[in-house]
C-alpha cells in the first residue's frame, strides 16, 4: 500500500492524472501531449509485499515461504521515470496510461485490474510490459514475436480409496500404488500425446498419502502445474489429465477427482508491437544488443491477460549475470535503470510520434 | 498407572506375591503351590492408555487418533480371575507367575520386559497369552502350531532429488515420479519374488513429496509395514526393498535411502504346548468348539518376543460376531470372562499337576 | 499311440477287460473280483508324445520346444504292475478300473475322457491319481488334504492403440507404454487384492508389440498364467485383470480386451480318500516315510477335473534328489517303481477289502 | 540398379561428365560452364529399390512391408531437368556436380558417398537437397534456417532376467515387469529431463518377450528410435537410457544391455545457403508462396550427414494436399516437376553468377 502510495504521490508530482483503486491498490497514470486521440498502455509490476509462491518467473526461488524481491522495485522505478521524462518533455501526440500493476496472486494483478474495467476506463490501442531477466546482459533488450511466456495451469488431485489396517490390503482399496500409477501415466502425456515441436510440461509438484505407519489411508493428494503456449496443446493436457486421473483410479475399483484451473493465459505478443518494441531497443542500446528471437519462458506471467485483451509486448531488460537465479542475495542491477527508462520513452515517442 | 495399581493390590489381595516395575508399569504376580520347581508363565496385556497406533491387531480402528479399547481390560479380567482362583485352590504344584505386561509400545512392552530382565528374574519353561477375537464365536476357542501372527516390520524411505521450479523440470531431478516408480516396483516384491505359498505383505502407508503448486519438491519420504511369518522371506523382503529403494533413484540420477526396521517378531507357538493348550481348552469348552487350526494372522503381536525366548502358545477366545471389527463401539464380550479364566486355571492345573 | 497299443496288450495278457477310445488314446482296463460292487478308479498319465508346453508340473523344463519326458512312462509302469499283481493275486472285493489317461492337452486328457462319458461307463466311487516328485526322497510319499495342486487360467490381452512414425507419437496413440502399466498394474492383484494367507499367482509370460525400429505399432498382445486355489481368489483375480486391461487402455485411448480361460480345476483331496491314501502309503513305506502335510504347489494337474466329478485322492511318490528339476536329462528313479506299484495294491485291498 | 543406368545415360546424353560407383549404386554428374573455380552440389535422392523400413520422412508409410515410393522418381526428375536445362544453357560460371545418392540405408546413402570420398572427389563449396511434402501446397516452398530434420538414434535394449516356470515366479528374475519399468521410466526422460522448448522423441517400438503361456522367460528385448535437433539433448537421452536400462535392471537383480546407435545426423541449413536457396524459390514461385519458417520435422533425412560436412540447405517443395500422408496411392505430383527444375536452375545460376 505504501508503495502504491508513493507511486501515486510522484505522478502527482510529474502532473500526471492519478487514477486509483483497481485492483484494491492498482495506480493509473494518465498523460496526454498534443491533440492526438490514440492512447497506448505501459505496464509496470509493483511489488510492496512479499510475493506469493504462485507466480513463476524463472529466476523465483524454489524455496517455499522463502520468497524474496524480484526487481518489481526496479520495474516501478523505471517506469516512473519514463513517466517524469514525458510529463516533463511531452514530444508525443495522444495519451499514456502509466499501469502500475500490484502482481499479489489472491488480492489482485493483471486479471483483477481487466475485470474492474482497467480498458474500458483507460482504452489503449496497444499496451507493453517489460521484466527484467538476469542471465541476460545488462546493456541489451531480448524479445520474441508470438508466445513469449508460456500459459500456466494448476492441477488438484484426489484419489478416493478405502482404507485398511496395511497388514490387510484386501479388504480395501489401497489409494498410493493408484496415485503411483497416475503419476506415471503422466509423464506419457508430454512424452507421447504432445507434438515434440511444441514445448509442454506437466509437473506433478506434491503427492500425500497417509499419516500412519501400519495404516492404508482411503485417499491420496496430488497437485502441480502444466505449462503450454498453444490452445490446443492446453486443451489436449487437460482433456489427457482427465482421462488418466478418473480411468485409472476406475480400473482400480478407486474414485479419481481432477479440478483443473486455468490460472494464467500465455503471453503472446503481436508481431507489429513486437517490432515497434524492437525499433525503440535498439534505438537505445543499438541493434546489437536486441536478441528479437529470445527462445520462449516456460515461466508464466499475469500480463498475458493484458495480451489477451489489447495487442502488444512484453520484453525482456538484461539484469547481467551477477546476480544469479534464485539467489537470496538477487537484486536489482541499477545499471538497467535509465535503459529501461529511455526504452519506455523511446517507445511512447515512436508510437505516439509527435507531428 | 492406575491399572498397574488396580492389578497389583488386587494380586496383593489374594495373597500373592507382587513385582512392579518391569517396563516401568508392568506388574508380575509370583504364586507357589506344593514343591515342585517347575514354573510357566501367563501374560496378560494391560492397557490404561490409549492404544498406540503402531500396535495391530486385525481387529484395531484405521482411523489415527481414533484408537479404541480392544479388551486389554477383559484380558487383564481374566488373568486376575484365574489368579484369585489358583490362590484360593492351590490345585497345582509349582510356581505359576501371572505377567501383566503394558502394551504402550514408545515405553514397555514384552520386548522392554525381556530386555530389563523378566525371564532371568522369572524363570519359566513355557509362556502362554491368549487374545480375545471378534468374529470368533464366544464360547470358542482357536489356535494354531507354528506362526500365528505376523513379524511387522516398518520402513521409512527418503528419495533425495532436485528441486526445481515446476516449469524447468530440465534444471532439477523430480523426485515425485521417482517415489512412483519405486511404490510400483515394490508391489513386484509380493507379486514376483515371494513364495506364493508363503505369505507377505509390503505396505507403503504414506507417500509425502513438495509444498507449492509450482516447485518441484528436492525430495519424497514414504514409509510402511512389511508383514511375514517365515525367516527367509522376511529376509527376502528386506534384501528386495534395498535394492529397488537404492536402484531405482540411482538410475533417474537421486539417492534412495531406506531404514528397514524389524519391530515385531512372528508369533510362533511351540507344538507340545500349543497341544497343552488345546488340552486346556478342550476341558472348558469341549473338543467342538476348540479350532486347533485357525489360519495366520497377517497382525503383529508382541507376544512373539516372548515365544522367541520360551516354549508356549498364544491362542485366541472368541468374543462373537455382534462386536463387529474396527467399531467404535467394540467392547469386550463380558460372556468369555469367565471361559478365560476356567482356560488359564486349567492350564495351571493341567500342566503343574498337583501330585 | 504305440504307448496305448502297449498298454492295452499288457493289461489283455493280464487278463484285464480293456475299453479304448475314451479321449482317442485313452485306455481303460477293468478288473473285478469276488462279487462286491464297489469299484475305485486309478489313473495314471501316459504320454507317449512330446508334451505340452501348457502341462506344468513344477519339475517340468522352461525351455519352449525342448520339452522333456517326465515320468510319465513310469507312472504308466507302475499302473500296469498293480494291475498284473491284482489280475494274479484277485485278493480284493470290487471292482477296479485302471484308467490310462493320455495327457497331450490339445486332444485330450482327464477332461475329454470325462466329457465323453468316462464316470458314466466306469462308476467309481473314489478316484485316485499319482505322480512322481523329484526333491522328494526315493523311498517316501507326500500329500495332503484339500487343495495340492493349483487352478490354472489362461489369459489373452490385446491392446489396441493406434499405429504412428515413431518420430510423430502425437499423431497415434501408443500401445507400448499402455501395456507396460497394464504389467505394472497387474502385479497389485496379488500385491494388494488377495489375502496375503490365499496363495496366487498372476504371471504375465508374454508380450509383443511392433516390428520395425522406427514405427509405433497399432497393438500390443500380452498373455500369460493365473494360479490359485479358492474359488473366491480364481474370481477376484479374473474380476480384477479384467478392470485393469479394459480400464487402463481406456484411461489412455485405447482399446483393452482379454480372454481369460479356466483351463485346470484345482486339485482338492478329500479328507476320508486322503486318509485311504495315507495308510495305504505307510503300509509301503512306513509312517516315517509318508509326509502328510506336504505344501500345496502352484502347478496344475488335470487329475483337478476327475476329483471335481469323484472323491479321490492325488499323492507324490518320491523320486529323490538326484534327477533335479528342469534337467534334460532327468529321468524316471526305477527304485520307485515297486513302490509305486506297492502303494497301488495296498490301496485297492485296503480300500475293496476282501471279505 | 536400372535407375542409377537411366540416371547415367541421361547425363551422358546431355554432355555431363558421369562419375559412378560411389556408394555402388551412386551417380555423380559434373558440368562444367565458364572459367571459374567455384563449385557447389546438388542432390536428388534415388530410390530404384524398395524403401527400407528405416527411412522416416514424415510422409512415410507406418505399415511395415508396405512400402511405398516417397517420390524420389520425382526428385531425380526434377534434377535431372535441371541438368539438361543448364547443360543446354549454361548461363554460369564454375561447377555444379549433380549428386544421385542412392537411399538404400543397408547399402549406401549420403553417409556411404562422404565415406568413399565425395566431397574429396567432387569439392564444393556448398550443397542443397530437396525433398517434396504433401500437406504443403503444390506451388510453394517452405524451409527454415538451423535444424529443420532431426537427429535419428537407434536403440537395443536387452533385459536379462533368468527363466522359470510361471507358477514359480520366486525361483526366477522375471524381466516382464522390469520391462514394463523400463518402458515407464523412459517416458520419464521428455518428460522431466529435457529442456521443454527442445524438441525430443524417445519412441520403445517394439517390445518382446515370451513364448509359453507358462513360462516365465529370460529375458526381453526392446528398441526404437530417439529424435532431436541439439547435441547436449541428444547426449542426455543417450546418457539417461543408459543409467534406467542398466539402473532398473539392476534395482530388480537383472541385466539391463542397451546399444546406442547414432545413425542420422541433424539436418542442419546454414544461414547464407538458405538465404540464397529462399532466394532462388522466391524468383520461382514470388515471395507469397516461400515460407523461410517451416517448423522443423522430427523425422530424419540422411542429407544431415552432408550438411555437416558443408555448408549447405535442404528445402521442401510442396506436393499438395490431393495425395496424404501414409497413403497407399501416394504419388509424387507432376505439376511440381517444373518448379523443381526451376529452382534447381535458378539456384545455380545466383550462386555461380555468370560474369
Known amino acids: 500500500m505504501r508503495t502504491a ?3 501515486a504521490a510522484r505522478l502527482a508530482e510529474f502532473g500526471i492524472e492519478v487514477h486509483r483503486g483497481l485492483a484494491k491498490t492498482g495506480v493509473v497514470g494518465t498523460l496526454k501531449a498534443g491533440s492526438g486521440n490514440r492512447a497506448i498502455g505501459l505496464r509496470a509490476d509493483m511489488d510492496a509485499l512479499p510475493l506469493s509462491e504462485e507466480s513463476d518467473h524463472p529466476y523465483r526461488s524454489d524455496t517455499p515461504g522463502k520468497m524474496h524481491a524480484c526487481g518489481h522495485d526496479g520495474h516501478t522505478a523505471m517506469l516512473l521515470g519514463a513517466a517524469k521524462y514525458l510529463a516533463e518533455s511531452r514530444n508525443f501526440d495522444g495519451t499514456v496510461h502509466f499501469i502500475f500493476q500490484p502482481a499479489e496472486e489472491g488480492e489482485g494483478g493483471a486479471k483483477v485490474m481487466i475485470e474492474e474495467g482497467l480498458f474500458e476506463r483507460f482504452p489503449v490501442e496497444a499496451v507493453f510490459g517489460m521484466h527484467n531477466m538476469p542471465g541476460i546482459p545488462t546493456g541489451t533488450f531480448a524479445m520474441r514475436k508470438g508466445p513469449i511466456m508460456a500459459a500456466a495451469d494448476f492441477f488438484f488431485i484426489t484419489v478416493r480409496g478405502e482404507g485398511a489396517h496395511g497388514a490387510f490390503p484386501q479388504l480395501g482399496i489401497d489409494p498410493v500404488p ?4 497416475i503419476v506415471m501415466a503422466l509423464q506419457t502425456i508430454v512424452a507421447r500425446n504432445i507434438d515434440p515441436g511444441k ?3 506437466v509437473t506433478v509438484t506434491q503427492i500425500h498419502a497417509g499419516h500412519g505407519t501400519n495404516i492404508i489411508p482411503a485417499e491420496a ?3 502441480g502445474t502444466t505449462r503450454s503456449f498453444d490452445a490446443a496443446v492446453q486443451a489436449t493436457i ?6 488418466i486421473v478418473v480411468g485409472i483410479a476406475k480400473a482400480h475399483g478407486a474414485k479419481g477427482e481432477i479440478t483443473y484451473e486455468r490460472r494464467y493465459m500465455p503471453t503472446i505478443n503481436t508481431a507489429e508491437e513486437t517490432d515497434l518494441a524492437a525499433a525503440a531497443a535498439i534505438e537505445v542500446v543499438g541493434a546489437e544488443n536486441v536478441n528479437r528471437n529470445v527462445p520462449e519462458v516456460m515461466g508464466a506471467e499475469d500480463f498475458g491477460w493484458m495480451l489477451n485483451e489489447r495487442p502488444g509486448a512484453y520484453i525482456f531488460i538484461g539484469n547481467g549475470k551477477g546476480a544469479s537465479l534464485h539467489n537470496p542475495r538477487y537484486d536489482f542491477n541499477d545499471e538497467a535503470l535509465a535503459l529501461g527508462a529511455s526504452y519506455w520513452s523511446r517507445l511512447v515517442e515512436s508510437i505516439l510520434k509527435a507531428a
Open 5 to 7: 502510495d508513493f507511486v
Open 178 to 181: 493408484i496415485a503411483a500409477e
Open 199 to 201: 514445448p509442454a510440461v
Open 221 to 223: 493428494t496430488l497437485c
Open 238 to 243: 487437460e482433456k489427457r489429465m482427465r482421462e
